[in-house]
């Protein structure tokens, strides 16, 4: 190795530190959820004895230099627990889409990854996370069913909401050359929207099981002949080559994302969410609408989703403006439950428009 060569491989390992620092910061916080009080001196004892057993293995590493590393660590996790940052779960790895929705919702809040969309919902629900940040719908995608199948079931209510203009870039290792590249990792929907890019290119489309999974996958694996399709944030998070952007086939690609709280409210509430069923009988959904057209209420959504608890059925998820009628909206609400077989509102909010 020669010394530029070596200078990356320091640079590359800087950057991984800064990533591994911010995961530990991030269960701190977390673990604070569990705790009465932030500084725990028993904890933090066992975790210096742990530390300087394991560091013999390690000649490099000076007992004094890890007493020093160490106790500036805990220092700055006792001072981020103490800020109480509002954390905020998302869908996904690090610089997911739904990470960037929420900085964008509220750069103060803590973004904490989930595996799983459900896994978002019971975090609320247990209150080891504040908020959740879910993506119910694309504009080129339409419905995200999962989600939609959770909010039916789910006492959480909505309380923000945001269309975060979607924009795909194509990231690659830093030592690889992009005319060398072959093969292309991302989402499969991703990969949809990017199919134009991609036949251009002759590029292999392989699906990865998400998008900022597949710029983590590309930081640790190293490949040289090929990219991933993630987000801009994912090239700074990972320390990638960001080649090309916006490489998706329409421009207009929005994600419209949902916050997700225990308890609703209504502050500067615009717009309004409710979920219902009909009863078995022709003409029971136009007897809905037909109370919000008579009342010249806007419905800015409507969409079906089959009914697991009733075959033949359907859920109708709504949207519809004027959440701040006061009132008027409680008694219009009261006539569309009488029309229903269930019905639940899932809550009044502001929404926003970024990207």
Not at 54 to 73: M, V, W
Not at 129 to 156: C, F, H, M, R
Not at 284 to 302: C, G, H, Q, Y
């Amino acid at each position: 190795m020669n010394l530029a060569e070596i200078r990356k491989d320091i640079d590359h390992l800087d950057h991984e530190i800064l990533r591994l620092l911010s995961e530990r910061l991030e269960l701190g916080l977390r673990a604070r959820k569990f705790k009465d009080t932030i500084y725990d001196p028993d904890r933090e004892e066992q975790i210096r004895r742990r530390l300087s057993r394991i560091s013999r293995a390690y000649p490099l590493i000076q007992p004094e230099f890890l007493e020093r590393l160490f106790a500036t660590i805990l220092e700055g996790s006792r001072k981020i627990q103490e800020a109480e940052r509002t954390l905020i779960g998302f869908q996904g790895e690090h610089g997911a889409f739904g990470e960037e929705a929420a900085r964008y919702y509220d750069p103060g809040l803590a973004a904490i990854p989930c595996p799983d969309f459900v896994d978002v919902f019971e975090g609320v629900e247990r209150e080891s996370l504040d908020l959740g940040i879910v993506p119910v719908e694309n504009s080129l995608g339409g419905a995200i069913t999962e989600v939609n199948e959770l909010l039916i079931k789910s006492d959480l209510k909505v309380i923000g909401a945001l269309r975060l203009r979607i924009s795909h870039c194509l990231l690659g290792y830093p030592e690889s050359d992009y005319r060398e590249i072959r093969t292309v990792y991302s989402h499969p929907q991703a990969l949809a929207q990017c199919r134009n890019f991609i036949d251009r290119h002759r590029l292999e489309a392989k699906p990865f099981y998400d998008t900022a999974g597949a710029a983590k996958m590309m930081a640790e694996n190293k490949p040289r002949l090929a990219a991933a399709i993630a987000s801009r944030l994912c090239a700074e998070l990972f320390d990638l080559e960001l080649i090309k952007e916006n490489i998706q086939d329409h421009e207009d690609n929005f994600t419209r994302f949902l916050i997700l709280a225990k308890k609703g409210h209504e502050r500067d509430a615009e717009k309004c969410s409710i979920v219902f069923s009909t009863p078995h009988r022709a003409g029971t959904l136009f007897s809905v609408l037909k109370i919000f057209a008579e009342e010249k209420i806007n419905l800015t959504r409507i969409e079906s989703l089959p009914c697991r608890e009733d075959p033949g059925n359907s859920v109708f998820f709504l949207d519809f403006l004027g959440a701040n009628l006061g009132p008027k909206m409680e008694q219009i609400l009261e006539k569309v439950k009488a029309e229903t077989a269930t019905f639940k509102c899932l809550g009044c909010y502001k929404e926003e428009v970024f990207g």
